[in-house]
């Protein structure tokens, strides 16, 4: 409750430091509205820019500064987008909701090191988060830290043994860490509570394949083997 009290503080005074100044609340209101609108119909543009007269006039506040953030990342402007995301977390250095979109960001750029650091910033205060642990998980796996993230994905599933997204990423990191057999099985029960899951689709197809291929070479290496065989003893008797 304390914590949510200060966190009210901080908005509250950056709302009424703008009240103070220049723009009326209505001004404001409108500002924010019709950015709201424009976001609604896809017009990212135009609802950044609705918003400029109120940064303009109060670039230190922490809401105009997230919303920005989000809008820039909406319009695929990252490097704006972290900017002003950067900027609101300064401001309120325990605000999750700027930390996940910073994480989205980073993920699209495939910046895999900052995905993990954003996503344990997110377990220091939610060892149970479902956003920071899936990302970690993602994240551990890109950079093929796949041990952690098997213990991550079954940490989670622990608490939700249906959840698709955990049993999709452990199911991969096995298949990964070449724990096929136990990543086939994963992808079988899978499949059979959510039976048009696409990726168990194609990880037990790759795993059919996989096996098929490998019986596939131990028979001809078989066969190999047993003509070399047959051929060694043809040789002993002509000799």
Request: aromatic share 16%; with cysteine.
């Given at each position: ?37 424009h ?38 402007n ?6 002003h ?23 699209i750029?495939?910046?895999?090191d900052?995905?993990?650091i ?6 220091k205060?939610?060892?149970?988060s ?10 551990l ?6 041990d ?8 989670m ?50 795993i ?32």
């Open positions: 409750m304390k914590a949510l009290r200060i966190y009210l503080i901080i908005v509250w005074i950056g709302f009424a430091n703008c009240f103070a100044e220049e723009m009326t609340t209505e001004a404001i209101k409108s500002c924010y509205h019709q950015s709201y609108r976001e609604s119909q896809n017009r990212y543009v135009d609802a950044i820019a609705d918003l400029k007269p109120v940064y303009l006039n109060y670039p230190n506040t922490y809401t105009v500064n997230y919303r920005l953030g989000w809008l820039y990342y909406l319009n695929k990252f490097a704006n987008a972290i900017v995301l950067n900027k609101a977390t300064a401001i309120l250095p325990q605000s999750t909701e700027t930390i996940t979109i910073l994480i989205y960001i980073y993920q750029q495939y910046n895999w900052q995905v993990e954003l996503s344990v910033q997110l377990l205060q939610d060892y149970y479902i956003e920071g642990n899936y990302w970690y998980a993602v994240a796996k890109m950079q093929g830290k796949y952690l993230a098997i213990k991550i994905s079954k940490k599933l622990a608490l939700q043994p249906t959840s698709k997204k955990f049993l999709q990423e452990l199911g991969e990191v096995l298949f990964l860490n070449e724990y096929v057999e136990e990543s086939q099985a994963l992808f079988t029960n899978l499949i059979i509570l959510y039976p048009q899951n696409q990726t168990a689709q194609y990880y037990l197809k790759k059919g394949e996989l096996k098929q291929k490998n019986a596939t070479y131990i028979m001809k290496r078989n066969q190999i083997y047993g003509e070399q065989i047959n051929f060694s003893a043809q040789e002993k008797g002509d000799s």
